[in-house]
C-alpha cells in the first residue's frame, strides 16, 4: 500500500519562472493538506483540499500561489514567478477524513508524503 | 495562531533517556501530536494525546497536561537512528490544520 507520493523530490528553478509541485494521496485519502518548511522553521499549513473543493487557503499567500484537486490526478501546487524567498521543502499530508479528531482516537491523521525540495536561483 | 515552544537542540548518548518538552498556547485545544522527521524525509507520526496523562509506546512515551499547556516525549534506551528532528504539533477544534512548533534536533552519540 503506496504511501503519499510526491514528486518532484528536487527542483530547481530560476526567479521568474513556474514551479508545480504534484502530491498523490494515499489510497483511499481524499483530503489533502500542504505544508512549507523553511529552514530551521517549522512545518506552516498552506492550504487544505478535498477533491475539486479547496476548503482552507488562509495559509497561502495571495499571490502567484494556487492549489487544486482534481476529481482525477494528483493534487498539484503551483507557484508562479517564483522568487527566492520560495525556496523551501513542500510537504504534502493525507487523511482519510477531515475535519477535527474528536475524543480520543481515532483520529484525523495526517500521514506525509516526501516532500519536494524547491531551489530558486 | 498558537505559540508552540520547543527547545532547539539535545545531545544525548546511546543508551540514554532523553525528554523534549513542548509547551503551547492556544483556543480550543484538541490534540497534540508528535512526528519524528529524519533529514531530508517525510514526517512520521508517533503519537497523539488528546487527555491528561502518559502514553506509551514501546521505547517513546508521551505526556500531556492541558492545563499547564503543556507535552513531553521521552525517548528511551536510545539508539543511533533515533537521532532526528521532533515535531510538536496542535490540532485545535473545529480545524484540521495541524500547527507544528519548530522541531527538536536530537543528536545521539556513541
Known amino acids: 500500500n503506496a504511501g503519499v507520493m510526491q514528486n518532484p523530490r528536487h527542483l530547481v528553478r530560476r526567479r521568474g519562472q513556474e514551479a508545480r509541485l504534484r502530491c498523490s494521496p494515499m489510497?483511499?485519502?481524499?483530503?489533502v493538506y500542504w505544508y512549507r518548511q523553511l529552514p530551521e522553521e517549522g512545518l506552516k499549513f498552506m492550504v487544505y483540499?478535498?477533491?475539486?473543493?479547496?476548503?482552507?487557503e488562509s495559509g497561502m499567500p495571495k499571490e502567484r500561489f494556487s492549489a487544486e484537486f482534481p476529481k482525477e490526478g494528483p493534487s498539484i501546487l503551483r507557484i508562479q514567478q517564483v522568487v527566492r524567498g520560495d525556496s523551501a521543502a513542500y510537504f504534502c499530508?493525507?487523511?482519510?477524513?477531515?475535519?477535527?479528531?474528536?475524543?480520543?482516537?481515532?483520529?484525523?491523521?495526517?500521514?506525509f508524503g516526501p516532500g519536494t525540495r524547491l531551489t530558486v536561483l | 495562531g498558537q505559540n508552540i515552544d520547543q527547545p532547539t537542540e539535545m545531545t544525548a548518548t546511546e543508551g540514554a533517556i532523553v525528554q523534549i518538552n513542548c509547551t503551547y498556547q492556544?483556543?480550543?485545544?484538541?490534540?497534540l501530536f508528535w512526528y519524528q522527521q529524519h533529514a531530508g524525509e517525510a514526517p512520521t507520526f508517533l503519537s497523539y494525546?488528546?487527555?491528561?496523562g502518559l502514553e506509551e509506546k514501546g521505547r517513546f512515551s508521551s505526556f500531556l497536561s492541558r492545563s499547564k499547556g503543556y507535552s513531553y516525549l521521552l525517548l528511551k534506551e536510545l539508539q543511533m537512528k533515533d537521532s532526528a528532528s521532533y515535531l510538536c504539533?496542535?490540532?485545535?477544534?473545529?480545524?484540521?490544520?495541524?500547527?507544528f512548533g519548530a522541531g527538536t534536533t536530537v543528536t545521539v552519540r556513541a
Open positions: 483540499l478535498q477533491k475539486e473543493n479547496i476548503i482552507d
Open positions: 504539533a496542535v490540532s485545535v477544534s473545529n480545524d484540521y490544520k495541524l500547527s
Open positions: 492556544t483556543s480550543g485545544f484538541n490534540g
Open positions: 489510497k483511499g485519502h481524499s483530503h
Open positions: 499530508a493525507s487523511s482519510q477524513v477531515g475535519g477535527s479528531p474528536s475524543g480520543r482516537g481515532p483520529y484525523n491523521e495526517q500521514f
Open positions: 494525546n488528546v487527555l491528561d
